[in-house]
């Protein structure tokens, strides 16, 4: 009897303090995203394209899935930035580099956002259509694909089409201050019902 304050409370505490994920699956394609201004959106996610002189404009979107260019063709943009409504984990993509990250084809880089603040980077090595796993970055709110750029492996033109199309993810619920206060109050109330029954 003595520590059923204890448990209720622990329970409470972890219940409040608790992700409550929902997955979430986008198929990038022509027929899933809405032009907005520069960029293309989402149920969830916006996708944009950054620097190169070719990001005046919303990524090109087919059948097949959404690129790193303005129309389909080259120049490309130097970054296609995927930046989510929410904050999210556990979040995957899969694309196309056709080739790009294969020997002597330059460097395809993910760099991975909280907010303003970087999370870190991972160099993606499989130039193949495959399954890119973000995971171990942990909750995000963005993530930034640099287009090859690179002057260490002698490749400066920055242009190389990609292909995304899908992203996974999973939403991570964030406690607002009001559930958090109603909890407290909850909390107080059993406290306060416990010491008038010692009394």
């Known amino acids: 009897m003595k520590f059923k304050f204890l448990k209720t409370f622990a329970l409470g505490f972890v219940l409040s303090m608790s992700s409550f994920a929902n997955a979430g699956l986008i198929n990038l394609n022509s027929g899933s995203g809405t032009v907005n201004g520069n960029s293309l959106d989402f149920a969830g996610l916006s996708i ?4 190169g002189g070719r990001d005046v404009g919303p990524a090109f979107a087919n059948s097949g899935g959404v690129q790193n260019s303005i129309d389909g063709s080259y120049p490309t943009a130097n970054d ?30 993910v760099e991975v956002f909280n907010g303003l603040v970087s999370l870190g980077s991972q160099e993606v090595l499989d130039g193949n259509f495959h399954t890119e796993s973000l995971s171990s970055f ?4 963005s993530f930034v694909i640099n287009n090859g750029c690179s002057t260490a492996s002698g490749d400066t033109s920055c242009s190389w089409i990609s292909e995304y199309n899908a992203v996974s993810f999973d939403t991570v619920s964030v406690p607002e201050p009001s559930t958090l206060a109603i909890f407290a109050l909850g909390l107080m109330g059993f406290a306060s019902r416990r010491f008038k029954k010692q009394s």
Do not use: A, E, Q
Not at 48 to 51: D, P
Not at 138 to 141: A, F, L, Q, S, V
């Open 48 to 51: 944009t394209l950054s620097g």
């Open 80 to 109: 296609i930035v995927f930046s989510f409504d929410d904050l999210v984990d556990n979040v995957t993509f899969s694309f196309d580099p056709f080739g790009l990250s294969s020997s002597g084809r330059g460097d395809l880089w």
């Open 138 to 141: 942990g909750p995000m709110t």
